[in-house]
């Protein structure tokens, strides 16, 4: 199966390259971003050198491949601000593509006014599809005052999704049972300010300005349609600060997003994209939003091998703790010289590891740091949450170690259309 229906075809790939090789394989921007960050020299001085109209910078540059003066840097970070992510394909863009995902991240949800009905809601997504393919391609938005913002697309993407009332407005038979507000945990202790929504936009690229200018044409665009309820920003390591491929780390310094499915080996249809049998949605998602306060203060006065059993791996390099290397697998059987178990009982791996290969969801997490505040916008896909994400936040909500230094402060829930082709608009299957 192909996950890439939304990104440039890769260069040089041999049809038929294994599953391994196929997770590895080269796009235009894992070329880039290895080219700059690890120094693939000839790469980076081909790109750098189409870039400046010379191939001096070959020569030019050290062993490490890293831009070694102004100009070198200007080039490079031209290129990687060039980099585009096509908005068509049969799944939105910005859920498993661009891999690696982007640096920065908004969410951004809106209330629909009184007065946007069925059709206001089709104009409505006409208009926002119209810049959306705008500014992906690194054009202004309709009528953009400020379009030489919109010339670093920074592989921009912008999912769209849907809370209940957008699609009860639509039709309201069409509202999946899981689209609502999920159940109650105990330890929840949910700020409206960060939850619900009957609109939401993932506005993600590799430039903070490119995600800023591109919501503010959205935020135009929708204007008439809806007011805005939350925004919540995120981010992850600076694209080209480390290799393509590297797991992220989350404010508390984990590796965090090792266990997940992965396009190139799992099928993602039924357990991440919906099928036919879920009729307009077929080709989308199931999205849910938790924003989760760290208790960071507490958390630092924690000695490191008791934070490592809190997770049940290691600090260095994500490591299960009975094992070495971040991607070796995780023995909850395992146990140390006292009989105890190496990986704890109420390790957050262990609870939340299922047994049912069905209840796995695909992990989006992103950091946010503000307002004194830090912790994790985890982020997940699946096809109906509460059959995925529930009872894995139940068993967590009931005994995780993580549960000292974290309270889970917003949720939300929406249907992520599945994408659209040039022409169309995004959630055209809603109307029939
Ligand atoms: C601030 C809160 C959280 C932090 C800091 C955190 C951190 C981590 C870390 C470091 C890992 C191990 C590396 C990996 O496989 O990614 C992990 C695994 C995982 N987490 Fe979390 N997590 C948090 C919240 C959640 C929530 C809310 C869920 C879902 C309800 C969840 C589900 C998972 C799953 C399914 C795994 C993989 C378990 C396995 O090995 O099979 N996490 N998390």
Request: charged share 20%; hydrophobic share 40%.
């Amino acid at each position: 199966m192909s996950p890439n229906d939304n990104t440039e075809q890769p260069t040089g790939e041999p049809l038929g390259a294994s599953a391994s090789d196929s997770a590895r394989r080269v796009s235009r921007r894992h070329l880039l971003i290895g080219g700059a960050a690890a120094g693939a020299g000839a790469v980076a001085a081909v790109g750098i050198g189409a870039a400046t109209g010379s191939l001096s910078s070959q020569s030019d540059s050290d062993n490490t491949g890293s831009p070694k003066n102004s100009k070198e840097y200007e080039s490079a970070a031209k290129l990687f601000g060039e980099g585009t992510v096509s908005p068509y394909g049969k799944h939105q863009a910005g859920i498993v593509e661009p891999n690696p995902l982007q640096a920065n991240i908004r969410y951004a949800a809106y209330d629909l006014l009184p007065s946007t009905d069925r059709n206001a809601i089709k104009r409505m997504l006409r208009v926002v599809t119209g810049d959306i393919e705008r500014l992906t391609e690194g054009r202004g938005a309709l009528a953009d005052s400020e379009p030489e913002l919109a010339e670093i697309p920074a592989n921009l993407t912008i999912t769209v999704g849907f809370g209940a009332e957008l699609v009860r407005r639509v039709n309201p038979n069409l509202v999946p049972d899981w689209l609502a507000p999920l159940p109650a945990f105990t330890r929840d202790q949910l700020d409206a300010s960060y939850s619900g929504g009957d609109l939401m936009l993932n506005i993600q690229a590799d430039d903070p300005l490119t995600v800023a200018h591109a919501h503010r044409m959205l935020m135009r665009d929708l204007a008439s349609f809806a007011s805005i309820r939350w925004v919540q920003s995120g981010f992850r390591r600076a694209a080209g600060a480390e290799p393509a491929g590297t797991t992220m780390r989350n404010m508390m310094g984990q590796v965090d997003g090792t266990v997940n499915p992965d396009p190139e080996v799992d099928e993602f249809d039924g357990l991440v994209w919906e099928t036919a049998k879920a009729g307009w949605l077929a080709g989308g998602s199931a999205f849910v939003l938790r924003r989760i306060d760290m208790l960071l203060d507490t958390w630092d006065k924690v000695a490191r091998s008791a934070r490592e059993e809190t997770i049940g791996r290691d600090l260095p390099v994500g490591a299960p703790l009975t094992g070495t290397k971040e991607t070796d697998p995780a023995d909850f059987e395992a146990v140390n010289s006292l009989g105890l178990p190496v990986i704890p009982d109420f390790a957050h791996i262990r609870r939340a590891r299922s047994t049912d290969p069905n209840e796995r969801i695909l992990r989006r997490g992103v950091n946010f740091e503000d307002n004194g505040k830090a912790g994790l916008l985890f982020a997940c896909y699946q096809v109906n949450p509460l059959t995925q994400f529930v009872p894995i936040q139940q068993r967590l909500d009931e005994l995780d170690l993580l549960n000292q230094w974290i309270v889970h402060v917003g949720s939300a829930v929406f249907a992520i259309p599945p994408g659209f082709k040039k022409g169309g608009f995004v959630g055209e299957t809603l109307f029939g």
